[in-house]
């Protein structure tokens, strides 16, 4: 259907050189658009969009540590005048420190919240100014999380900056709708990346993700594709402040 194209748009996927970024960036340039990406690994970088532009020509990379909040207006200034603007934004780029919440850190706090929620809403906001004075919409997605909706032990930081994610997502949907700008999160299950890999690997808790799972196996990537083109696009042109979980069915039962 053509509502599902992305042909002529361009889309800013932070985090977009491996895992679930990676995943929804291969999503987006399937479906048309071209696609810039950031990470803090100009290596990985590179394989990605080198892959990238097998699917789609004209996808960039621009190596950013997003966790550098003072540096985000720069990054995003540089990266839409290379690529004439953004008409999709998602907020992907995300850190997880496991550990006791009586052993957190002020500093590992600090870096997960800034990572996770600052830096996709001052990115967020560089995008909507910038539709803004264009008077065009435009669709920003986020990451969230199974962690916005319930907790796992040891993940207090991570899980309070999904829980914000979940809350931030419905406000700026409420302040944007105006301008035509929708805002909507993704919020997937247990997935195999680099990030869950000391998850996956460890036998026993993979078991009992199966086990949790109602379709009884890890997420892929790929399994995040179909959601990022449908809310990057006109297919969801009336869908604004909600979360579609890409969880194998995990929230559907206890
Ligand atoms: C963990 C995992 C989870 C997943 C994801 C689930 O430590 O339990 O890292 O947080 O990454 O967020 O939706």
Request: glycine share 12%; with cysteine.
């Amino acid at each position: 259907m053509k509502a599902f194209s992305l042909k002529g748009k361009t889309a800013l996927v932070t985090g977009g050189n491996s895992g679930i970024g990676l995943g929804m960036a291969r999503g987006l340039a399937k479906a048309g658009a071209t696609v810039a990406i950031t990470g803090r690994n100009a290596a990985k970088n590179e394989r990605a969009l080198a892959e990238l532009n097998r699917i789609q020509p004209g996808c960039r990379g621009f190596a950013a540590d997003l966790a550098k909040t003072d540096l985000i207006r720069s990054a995003y200034a540089e990266a839409s005048k290379d690529m004439g603007g953004f008409d999709i934004l998602i907020n992907n780029a995300g850190t997880t420190i496991r550990g006791p919440a009586e052993d957190l850190t002020l500093d590992d706090w600090s870096t997960t919240m800034a990572l996770n929620l600052t830096a996709p809403m001052f990115l967020s906001q560089c995008f909507a100014r910038e539709r803004i004075e264009r008077k065009q919409g435009g669709s920003i997605i986020f990451t969230a999380s199974l962690m916005s909706e319930a907790s796992r032990s040891t993940t207090a930081a991570y899980t309070a900056s999904k829980g914000g994610i979940r809350q931030l997502i419905k406000a700026l949907a409420v302040d944007w709708a105006k301008y035509g700008i929708r805002v909507n999160g993704i919020g997937p299950g247990y997935i195999e990346t680099d990030l869950t890999r000391p998850l996956h690997e460890n036998e026993e808790f993979s078991a009992w993700v199966k086990k949790r799972t109602p379709l009884g196996r890890w997420g892929q990537p790929a399994d995040l594709e179909g959601m990022a083109v449908l809310l990057a696009s006109d297919a969801s042109a009336f869908v604004t402040g909600q979360i579609f979980y890409v969880d194998g069915g995990w929230l559907a039962t206890f």
